[in-house]
């Protein structure tokens, strides 16, 4: 509850108006879309973890800035190089940060959190290779529909009246959380498999 706390309260309530609006459109977008994006969201969250990767080498020292420049360039690239198969090892990335998340709010023990990690890694990399587009369509539909719950809590924030009574909801209630994030990542999920299905019968 205090992650929650800080992430969609204090700086839902910090972001810009323009940025916020820009969230939640870019949220809205891979959330329905992004099995059609697959290959960029993939370059995009291999970027993203480059730069976390620079960032931890780094630390302590001033070169933090280029750690993330060059972890970022080398990651992307490396997803490009990959091809088919960074979207793969991204929906590995994915469900494994997700499991830590989990396991970390349940205060699992070290040896559990890595097992399951690497359970939930190696489960969605064989997904990708059996179903790419099913793989795909979830994966981008859990980044869009938590960008779009981000970006729409930050947008609400410049309606005091609202936003005061969904702040007071959220931050007491952890149902209300779960469901907070879980729409979005549902309607994206289903929207996404439905357009694949309409698809594959047109071609048939």
């Known amino acids: 509850m205090q992650g929650w706390n800080i992430l969609f309260i204090e700086h839902a309530g910090a972001t810009c108006p323009l940025l916020s609006a820009f969230v939640l459109i870019i949220g809205i977008i891979v959330m329905l879309l992004g099995w059609r994006l697959s290959r960029l969201v993939a370059v995009l969250d291999f970027s993203l973890f480059g730069v976390l990767v620079g960032v931890f080498l780094t630390i302590g020292t001033d070169l933090q800035w280029l750690g993330a420049g060059i972890g970022a360039i080398v990651l992307g ?84 009246q609202v936003w005061s009574g969904l702040k007071e909801v959220l931050s007491s209630s952890m149902l209300a959380q779960i469901m907070f994030m879980l729409a979005p990542i549902g309607i994206g999920i289903t929207f996404q498999l439905a357009s694949i299905s309409n698809e594959e019968v047109v071609a048939h």
């Open 77 to 160: 690239g490396l997803a490009l190089w990959m091809d088919r198969y960074g979207e793969a090892v991204a929906c590995g990335l994915l469900a494994g940060m997700m499991t830590v998340a989990v396991t970390g709010l349940m205060d699992s023990p070290l040896g559990a959190v890595l097992l399951a990690t690497a359970v939930a890694f190696g489960s969605a990399i064989a997904l990708s290779s059996v179903a790419h587009r099913q793989a795909s369509a979830i994966m981008t539909a859990v980044q869009g529909g938590l960008l779009a719950a981000f970006g729409l809590a930050a947008c609400l924030t410049y309606n005091g």
